[in-house]
């Protein structure tokens, strides 16, 4: 199971750092994907990390100020978001994979997903 969680309301400029707790699995036998999805709207690739974690992926929207990290030990993926936007505004979900690198960002090749974390930038 996952369990996203930290999100929460905060005004433009300003940072979050979201957690995907898992359990009964070891996130570093899994890719690690992050996702977003507003209403009415496909779910969106963010942000990944490799099984190994050695190599990380961004949305072009996001990159420089989203990181993707992770922590074996915790058994714990984060996502730190800086420099929010408006349009970050979404709800967020983890999810885990064992996918090729070519499927990282579609959100068909992840199999086991978190609850999802509501994020808010205000203007």
């Known amino acids: 199971q996952l369990q996203a969680s930290g999100g929460g309301l905060v005004q433009a400029g300003g940072s979050l750092r979201l957690s995907c707790a898992a359990s009964?699995?070891?996130?570093?036998?899994?890719?690690t994907g992050w996702f977003r999805q507003t209403p009415g709207k496909e779910r969106e690739f963010v942000a990944a990390?490799?099984?190994?974690?050695?190599?990380?992926y961004y949305a072009d929207s996001v990159k420089g100020r989203f990181t993707v990290s992770r922590d074996n030990a915790k058994n714990t993926a984060y996502l730190q978001m800086n420099s929010l936007k408006p349009e970050d505004t979404a709800v967020y979900y983890c999810a885990i994979g064992r996918l090729i690198l070519s499927s990282l960002r579609h959100y068909e090749a992840y199999s086991w997903w978190g609850q999802g974390t509501l994020v808010t930038v205000s203007s």
């Open positions: 990390t490799n099984r190994i974690g050695g190599r990380t």
């Open positions: 009964g699995r070891p996130l570093s036998d899994y890719a």
